[in-house]
């Protein structure tokens, strides 16, 4: 049973290296929507990656599909955070983006650190941890195989920085990864939607969005997602006006 389970998952990645592959070829032919084809074909087989989310994103935002080419980026950055090339090609995509959402600035300390500490993602803090871990090794081995005062105190010196540097990164990833896990973004996938002031179609209208933006979902009622904006404002919309990004 677990050999055939084996050749089951090995041909699926074969399908999918070969769709990869193909999509490829025909977004660099300008087959732009037999590109998408192919890559959604991919992630429907649950081949999920950054590079496809990446080259989906591409596709669709050679097609003018503003809605799934940011969320396709955004996709990829969640697998693949702090890609530069995904970055950038996210930011051509908001471009064209109508609505144009300032930010509230964040006060308080915890906003301030957070803002200090989210120019690096979790991963990248915790593999900060890691560097100053070795560090802390390599000083230890040099501080005890040298014979000079003034070495040993230098590599001693050097122990209690990266010691200070592990503390610090582990509190840095933790700090980060709690705020990112309580931001559940998604992205508007409908081309004008009217978003409520209470989850009822009769409610009076709080605002209007457009395909594309992207917003903050912080509850969920019976068919109707409550959303914040950056400007913190909010509202509702019915769960098919949008794709959240975490979701499976």
Known sequence: MKKLVYIFLLVVQVVAAQSFDKGNTLFRKGDYKGAVKEFEGILANKQESAEVYFNLGNAYYKLNRVAPAVYNYEKALQLSPGNKDVEINLA????????????????????????????????????????????????????????????????????????????????????VQSHQSAENPAVIFAEVISVK??????????????????????????????????????????????KEVKAN
């Open 197 to 242: 002031a209470e989850p009822d179609e009769d409610a009076a209208e709080a605002f209007v969005l457009h395909a594309g933006t992207k917003v903050n979902v912080t509850e969920t009622l019976d068919g109707w997602k409550k959303i914040q904006l950056p400007d913190e404002n909010v509202g509702w919309l019915p769960k098919s006006a949008l």
């Open 92 to 175: 051509f995509a908001q471009k064209m983006v109508l609505d144009d959402i300032k930010a509230v600035p964040q006060k308080g300390f915890s906003a301030a650190l957070y803002n200090r500490l989210d120019g690096f993602h979790y991963n990248t803090w915790g593999w900060v941890a890691v560097a100053f871990s070795f560090l802390i090794l390599l000083s230890f081995a040099l501080y005890y195989f040298s014979g000079r005062t003034l070495v040993k105190r230098i590599f001693f010196i050097t122990m209690f920085v990266a010691v200070f540097g592990v503390v610090f990164s582990i509190f840095a990833a933790l700090f």
